[in-house]
């Protein structure tokens, strides 16, 4: 209904912003997640800074569960006393699972302070991390299959000819 609507009517009733909802709809699938190297709570500070990409590192605890992102982008030596503890975690950002939709996945990308979102399996664990450039870059890649399918169904319908079919008398 959201891709196609059946007439004017239903176009109008589901109004603007239907291509992101519909997002809500579109299960993530297969994502091109990338292994994000992490640090955990208690981990030296040192470590984390080592292991951090664009001055971020994600933390998880023991089970392997997000649990913030550390931003350590020019943190002199001198400040990389101590532990990775949850009070020095940036809590911002949502996470996606694997099983989740489109929209989960962007949203968490969008809101990730480090740029990347966070996907985890359906039990909690870390999974990976996407950008928000490789979701839109997949959405693209779904949208040039359904402009495809809405370019031949259409070829169809018209082909077919009026309501009765090829050679119907016309009103």
Do not use: C
């Not at 709809?25 to 951090?52: H, I, N, Y």
């Not at 450039?133 to 259409?154: D, K």
């Amino acid at each position: 209904m959201l891709s196609r609507p059946a007439d004017a009517f239903v176009a109008a009733f589901v109004g603007r912003d239907r291509g992101y909802r519909a997002l809500g709809f579109a299960k993530a699938g297969s994502l091109p997640l990338t292994d994000e190297p992490v640090v955990r709570l208690g981990d030296d500070l040192a470590t984390a800074r080592d292991r951090a990409r664009d001055g971020w590192a994600l933390a998880v605890d023991a089970d392997d569960k997000p649990q913030g992102w550390l931003a350590v982008r020019g943190l002199a030596d001198a400040a990389l006393h101590g532990q990775v503890t949850p009070d020095l975690l940036n809590l911002g950002g949502t996470l996606a699972t694997e099983s989740g939709t489109l929209r989960e996945v962007l949203d968490a990308a969008l809101s990730s302070p480090s740029g990347r979102g966070v996907v985890v399996h359906d039990d909690g664990r870390f999974a990976g991390t996407i950008t928000a450039s490789e979701v839109l870059a997949l959405i693209e890649a779904r949208s040039a299959s359904e402009r495809q399918q809405a370019e031949t169904y259409a070829a169809e319908v018209i082909a077919a000819g009026p309501a009765g079919g090829p050679g119907a008398p016309h009103e």
